[in-house]
């Protein structure tokens, strides 16, 4: 079967919700094989009418503060309210250390087993604009395949928070009770991304220690500009273990998609994601094309040792390699 018959199988298997073709599918986009990208590209392409109509929902915290629970029992809530969920994860460090939402696949066992949920691990590429990119057309797959809720894991580790806010509608930025010092550890670029800060873990004793935790948070928030004069992040606390709390956070999801949809906000911020992804895309393609060619990476090692050595500006040096890529 020719490239193209295969592609058009694949795309008509797909958009039929057939899991396998998009287990498939997203193999393919993330293959280094120059064919398989080419073919990809034309799948991505042919699918995109139907993509665009999900929730995206980003997903951060620290390790330990329950992500694998809280998808699971956000996952089966939404599940029974008649929704199809996919789960992909953003982890620039999967080359070096495995990553872990494989393990987080035992972790979220109940939706693992569902046939409305799929769940997918980050490609390791081990650069993120490379983790990111794949991600954002695993995402458009999904939806093709008619998921219409995508959660986006991030490890929470550096750029990886601000590359899933960029291709996610709703950042969500989970937290653990006992705010105290670890509020004076949290970052503030995290905090002025959020769309909505959540306190886990508050069941048992926990429960008066996450109420103290959110306050503090909710009072950390008054003194950021949040993202869209339309929004004012909530802080809520919940129990990924008990379930409580669940649906008030998924309330709040919806609640944030009306008041951007009312306002023009959705439809801009969704506007101006395809246009960062788009530079994200062309910056990716001239590093490739940088390091593809013998003659060219060797000039580069050159003008880099120029550099370093002080015996040419930088200024000089990226004009130079600026000249390379036009030859």
């Not at 569902?114 to 081990?126: K, M, N, V, W």
């Not at 306050?215 to 909530?234: G, K, Q, V």
Request: hydrophobic letters at 45%; a neutral charge; aromatic letters at 4%.
């Amino acid at each position: 079967m020719s490239a193209t018959k295969a592609g058009s199988q694949l795309a008509k298997d797909l958009r039929s919700g057939d899991r396998a073709a998009l287990a498939r599918a997203i193999t393919l986009i993330e293959s280094r094989r120059a064919d398989h990208q080419a073919t990809a590209r034309d799948l991505v392409q042919e699918l995109l009418p139907l993509t665009g109509k999900a929730i995206r929902v980003g997903i951060t915290g620290s390790p330990g503060v329950g992500k694998s629970t809280t998808i699971d029992a956000l996952g089966m809530s939404l599940i029974a309210k008649g929704h199809k969920i996919a789960v992909l994860a953003v982890d620039p460090s999967s080359a070096r250390t495995g990553g872990s939402i494989l393990g987080d696949k035992t972790r979220m066992a109940r939706l693992s087993a569902e046939d409305s949920a799929f769940i997918r691990p980050s490609p390791a590429s081990g650069t993120l604009g490379g983790v990111a990119a794949k991600t954002r057309e695993a995402m458009l797959l999904c939806e093709a395949a008619g998921f219409d809720v995508v959660l986006v894991e991030t490890v929470g580790v550096g750029q990886s928070e601000t590359a899933v806010c960029d291709m996610t509608d709703f950042f969500l930025a989970l937290m653990l009770p006992g705010a105290g010092d670890e509020l004076q550890g949290i970052k503030k670029g995290l905090v002025e991304l959020a769309d909505m800060i959540a306190v886990n873990k508050a069941d048992g004793d926990n429960v008066q220690r996450a109420k103290s935790a959110a306050a503090e948070y909710n009072a950390a928030l008054h003194i950021l500009t949040p993202r869209s004069s339309h929004w004012y992040p909530p802080v809520l606390t919940y129990s990924a273990l008990t379930g409580d709390g669940i649906d008030a956070l998924w309330q709040k999801v919806v609640d944030h998609r009306t008041a951007m949809n009312a306002s023009g906000d959705f439809a801009a911020r969704r506007r101006e994601q395809q246009v960062k992804w788009m530079w994200t895309m062309l910056e990716d393609r001239m590093k490739a094309k940088l390091r593809s060619d013998p003659a060219v990476r060797a000039k580069v090692k050159q003008l880099e040792a120029a550099v370093a050595d002080g015996r040419m500006t930088p200024t000089v040096a990226a004009d130079t390699v600026s000249a390379l890529l036009d030859t």
